[in-house]
């Protein structure tokens, strides 16, 4: 079952956010094997951290529950909230083996927040794919409800990231910088 998990950073937490990286990293290695995508959101303004996207493929919600929790950084209060919805890869592909690779452009995170009672929208991906990294339908545990959609994708801007999406079928959208994660190679 993949899971997409958004920590969102507390408002003055960097320090501590920057305290507890390795033991963040530690802690996301034990889940290699799992991970479909992952990294940090940023600051448009500065470039500071703002949150960390993960999405895994774990075996059942109180797994993904656990993962999301347990995580270093939240036990420590790094984050004022987590969003964690079931997820559903449908380019079927880690963010590793997106053809673009890890450099280059701008990436962001595109987040629809579903009206909770409308039709699912976007739940295949826009016909050009070039550009997306990973994308799929946010759900509920059982899958039985769609609550929006997520994707990660490189953009020349976020209006342009923003229009993977259709913007009325949404109660919002957010988009974020974001950029690849794990440890430095």
Known sequence: MEFFCYHRDRIGSLAL????VEQHWSYMDRYAAEMIARGPTLSAAD???????????????????SFAFDEPGYQAGVYRDVLLRRWRNVLGRTMWEFPGGRTGGTRFLVLGLGWGSRDPADVAPPADRDELIAYGPLLSDDESTWLGTAALVRAPDPE????????DRYADIEVHHWQFGGRPS
Request: charged share 20%; net charge neutral.
């Open 47 to 65: 470039g500071t951290p703002t949150g960390s996207v993960h999405i895994v493929d774990l075996p059942d919600p109180p797994a993904a529950r």
């Open 17 to 20: 956010r920057q305290e507890l």
């Open 160 to 167: 342009t990231a923003r229009a993977v999406l259709t913007p």
